[in-house]
């Protein structure tokens, strides 16, 4: 089975060929532009495009001088910051290949990283990463040069190997006679071809994989999703997700630069949604996680307003729920139903967006993983377009997404533009596009593994095309999906997020395959759970003390058997109620290994950490004494003791079973 | 004394401040009995003791809240004359307290702003009606302000009521309340005192950060023998206000008389 767009890809892009040639065009036509924004010292800078231009041209003939040849890799690591993505685009102007990593990686990531692209030069944001780097820097042999952009604590540093931005950029001024002509050879002669950047999946198993991505792919890539939502050079998004993310790459230098609009970099992590306010971004990208914390926090204080206010944010939200779609979708809706959503608009839903910084967003994008429908609901009944695609780093994001007026939580949309796809006959999803990816940097074989000769890239996804509406759907990753002892279909994810869906809960891990049952592990929301503690004067000490908590335990339970029961009616999945649940005394963590950078559970590395526990769960024993290893922010080692409940749960017979039962 | 640099690259320069045979008595307690020390230009400089050695008497004597009976203090090579702590905080003294001492109604940023107020010329009608001097200079010290703010990474915290705020960040709220005065010697009333781990950590980097980049003299109390050990060049001992130690941690560690204060050995 098969399937185009039913959007027109780009096909002319005249000499707009590299990203070289792109921030030239910019420079020339959205010169006075503002490019970039940066709150700092409380204040937003300001850089248009031809400023940008210029330092980027600066650290290009920096990083020549320092002796970085054609076709060398150079790592960036730190927190969105502008001067970060002007390292990424100067590496384009002297032929090199730019490897952005994520931040938050301990050190022996970053090592492996390092040692496998063979980085000669790092530019990290601040001295907590060139320790990193310190640490781990005998073991890395092609490294030769450490820029940092923010020099505290780090003065003392032997100068010659460590150098800081305005050093580099400095030194970029003083050589520019000498290297400039260079630098114009090497960017005239840059091309689709040419390697735009690399960059390394999280990896839900094994090592990380180095993805090597041409200008072909980003340019038309972002060429093709810009026309797809009518981007225009007047969009304002803010960059916060990890710039090693391939999303980032594509919304904040892929199309920003294709189309000319304005990044904005938050002050910290921390001060992202005050930051967020001020901007009002008008395209906007978060994965689920962000919009469910966000509606938990609107919950939670709207439980804690006054009467009034609490009565009015229900009534109306209600009144959203019924038409604010449909509105969205351009339907038609009765002239009374119309007034009193535009009366909720300026009483709720207007400041509530305000409050969010999602007032001006005409497109936001959610993907990564499932979205619970309520979720979902929320932000469109308010008004908010937001839409769900379907990518992965291989394709340089973009495989299928929503259109506008066709969305659905439950399916990723149509095939996106200059992408074809076909499933096969076990159901997994393959695409071929001018997005997918070169290799894999330096591993032949899984590049032969996941592209064939006819350039198929196979997502490791299992999935169908709803015959009705055209939509692609998802069901799981095609390796999770497996079989029950007694044959019964098991896909882990989708029962894993329906449980997600509560506030409650964080993160579930469901087993059962090849097992005669399933079972759980549970990881509470401490920030939901804590909340409700506090109102129901129940004390606690620990995270480990209010997960082990009985009201806990009781309502976990329930949630757990309303999953049963809406699973038992769903013929095919019915075989994937949870039996037994136990909720865990930590916190899943990447640290840990437990989750990958951008959060996906780590199944194997799971299990096997947790055998004890998974054990217990299959024996019949009513609780489990277990120890477990914790990684701490600074990369020491220590663990946690914990005894630890099982509860058994109701299941419920199929329904569809029990019919054909009742009819026999 | 001539200056040296330290192994980490810090230069530490002559004697910055002298404490000499200074004695303190309430009545007839002796708090401080006939205490001596310097601190170096640059050094960051420990004093630890159990409880009610005359720890925090020490630094209030040195900000001149508490007058002793007895001895001189010599600052940059001249002997201080009796100040108000107003005064001596002009002369660039700046501490933090043990009990967190902010305005618990303001928030993070008009907190900090209160300590550049020792530095402020213009007068209190001119800020009142805010023009002209009064707007420029505000805006000099704001500026100055999100510097520290940035330097301490309290941004999300702006423009939170400290009241609101945890133990931990309060503490440092009020470390960047003391680096708005600008000071050339920052007194820390056990700056780590009901913090975690995670807390003292990043405490122990905001102090030596502070150290290394504006070359601020810095004496902390502190109970932590880890971090007093850790981050101090040089560490005074003192046990019912009679100074028993004084030199770089590894003589201090050593010392038989240091020991049996912290273990607790009878006074006869």
Not at chain 1, 330 to 352: A, E, H
Not at chain 2, 63 to 86: C, D, L, T, V
Not at chain 2, 98 to 112: E, H, R, S
Not at chain 2, 149 to 178: N, S
Request: glycine letters at 8%.
């Amino acid at each position: 089975m098969t399937a185009t767009s039913p959007v027109k890809a780009v096909t002319e892009f005249g000499d707009l060929v590299s990203l070289p040639k792109l921030l030239a065009r910019n420079a020339r036509v959205y010169g006075k532009k503002i490019a970039y924004r940066e709150k700092e010292y409380g204040i937003w800078q300001e850089w248009t495009w031809a400023e940008a231009s210029t330092v980027i041209q600066e650290l290009a003939s920096g990083l020549m001088a320092l002796g970085v040849q054609p076709g060398d890799h150079i790592a960036v690591v730190g927190r969105n910051r502008p001067a970060l993505y002007w390292s990424l685009l100067a590496a384009g102007h002297i032929g090199a290949v730019p490897v952005p990593l994520y931040q938050d990686a301990v050190a022996e990531e970053m090592e492996y990283v390092l040692e496998h692209c063979g980085a000669k030069v790092v530019i990290a944001e601040d001295q907590e990463q060139v320790d990193k780097v310190v640490e781990i820097s005998e073991r890395i042999h092609n490294l030769e040069r450490v820029v940092y952009y923010d020099p505290r604590g780090l003065r003392n540093y032997d100068s010659e190997r460590f150098l800081s931005f305005e050093e580099l950029r400095r030194r970029g001024r003083g050589a520019l006679a000498d290297t400039t002509p260079k630098m114009q050879a090497i960017v005239d002669n840059s091309n689709f071809d040419d390697v735009c950047v690399m960059l390394y999946t999280s990896g839900t198993t094994g090592k990380p994989k180095g993805v090597v991505l041409s200008n072909r792919n980003i340019i038309t890539t972002s060429a093709n999703s810009a026309v797809f939502d009518h981007l225009t050079h007047r969009e304002s998004t803010l960059a916060y997700l990890p710039m090693a993310w391939v999303g980032d790459f594509i919304f904040s230098i892929g199309q920003a630069m294709w189309c000319g609009f304005e990044i904005n970099c938050p002050e910290s992590a921390a001060t992202m949604q005050t930051d967020m306010r001020e901007i009002g971004p008008s395209y906007f990208f978060a994965p689920p996680r962000f919009f469910e914390t966000l509606l938990t926090s609107v919950m939670i204080r709207m439980e804690d307003a006054g009467r009034l206010k609490r009565s009015m944010f229900h009534a109306f939200m209600k009144h959203a729920r019924k038409v604010g779609p449909a509105l969205l979708d351009g339907k038609t809706v009765s002239g009374w139903d119309r007034f009193v959503y535009k009366l909720g608009d300026i009483l709720v839903y207007g400041p509530l967006k305000d409050a969010l910084g999602l007032s001006r967003v005409r497109i936001g994008y959610t993907a990564g993983e499932a979205i619970g429908p309520e979720i979902f609901a929320f932000y469109r009944s308010l008004g908010i377009n937001l839409k769900q695609l379907y990518g992965q780093t291989e394709a340089s994001v973009f495989i299928t997404q929503q259109p506008d007026g066709e969305v659905s939580d439950e399916t990723v949309g149509v095939v996106s533009p200059g992408v074809e796809l076909k499933i096969d006959e076990r159901g997994e999803v393959f695409y071929r596009s001018t997005g997918a990816f070169e290799e894999y940097y330096k591993n032949p074989e899984s590049t032969r593994d996941t592209k064939d000769a006819e350039g198929w890239v196979a997502t490791g996804d299992a999935g169908f095309i709803d015959e009705k509406t055209g939509h692609l759907r998802i069901l799981d990753r095609a390796k999770d999906v497996g079989k029950l002892s007694n044959g019964a279909l098991f896909a882990p994810k989708y029962v894993e997020n329906k449980l997600k869906f509560y506030p409650n809960i964080l993160e579930v891990v469901v087993i059962g395959a090849d097992r005669d049952m399933c079972t759980a592990m549970i990881n509470i929301d401490l920030y939901a759970l804590g909340n409700w503690a506090e109102r129901n004067n129940i004390a606690y000490a620990s995270y480990q003390e209010l997960a082990g908590h009985p009201r806990v335990y009781t309502m976990i339970k329930s949630h757990v058997e309303e999953v049963n029961e809406s699973l038992a009616g769903d013929e095919m999945l019915s075989g994937c109620q949870i039996h037994r649940f136990l909720v865990l005394h930590k916190e899943l963590d990447a640290d840990d290994g437990e989750l990958t950078r951008t959060r996906k559970v780590r199944r194997r590395v799971i299990e096997e950490k947790f055998h004890d526990l998974v054990t217990a769960l299959y024996d019949g024993s009513k609780e489990v004494s277990t120890e477990t290893e914790v990684t701490y922010e600074d990369g020491r080692k220590g663990s946690i003791k914990a005894r630890l409940q099982i509860e058994d749960t109701k299941t419920l017979a199929a329904k569809g079973a029990a019919a054909k039962g009742a009819t026999a | 004394m001539s200056s040296y640099v330290t192994p980490d690259g810090r230069t530490i320069g002559d004697v910055l401040l002298e404490v000499k045979n200074i004695t303190l008595r309430f009545g007839g307690v002796e708090a401080i009995k006939n205490i001596s020390f310097d601190v170096r230009e640059g050094e960051i400089r420990a004093i630890i003791g159990p409880n009610g050695a005359g720890k925090s008497s020490m630094l209030n004597v040195i900000n001149g809240f508490y007058h002793p009976q007895e001895g001189e203090i010599w600052f940059h090579g001249k002997k201080r004359r009796a100040m108000k702590p107003s005064q001596i905080a002009r002369q660039g003294i700046a501490r933090t307290f043990q009990n967190i001492a902010l305005f618990k109604g303001m928030n993070t940023l008009d907190n900090i702003m209160t300590g550049c107020f020792t530095h402020m010329h213009t007068s209190l009608i001119e800020q009142a009606i805010w023009w002209g001097r009064a707007e420029r200079e505000e805006y000099r010290y704001r500026e100055k302000v999100e510097h520290i703010i940035d330097f301490l990474e309290i941004q999300a915290i702006r423009k939170t009521p400290v009241g609101a705020l945890p133990y931990g960040l309060q503490k440092r709220v009020e470390l960047a309340r003391a680096l708005a005065a600008e000071p050339k010697l920052l007194l820390l009333d056990e700056p780590m005192a009901g913090m975690n781990v995670e807390e003292k950590e990043d405490m122990c980097r905001f102090v030596l950060d502070v150290n290394a980049e504006f070359g601020t003299t810095i004496v902390l109390i502190e109970h932590d023998m880890g971090v007093v050990m850790d981050i101090s060049d040089r560490v005074v001992v003192l046990d019912y206000g009679r100074k028993i130690g004084d030199g770089v941690p590894d003589e201090v560690r050593s010392n038989q008389e240091v020991i049996d204060a912290y273990l607790g050995v009878p006074h006869d």
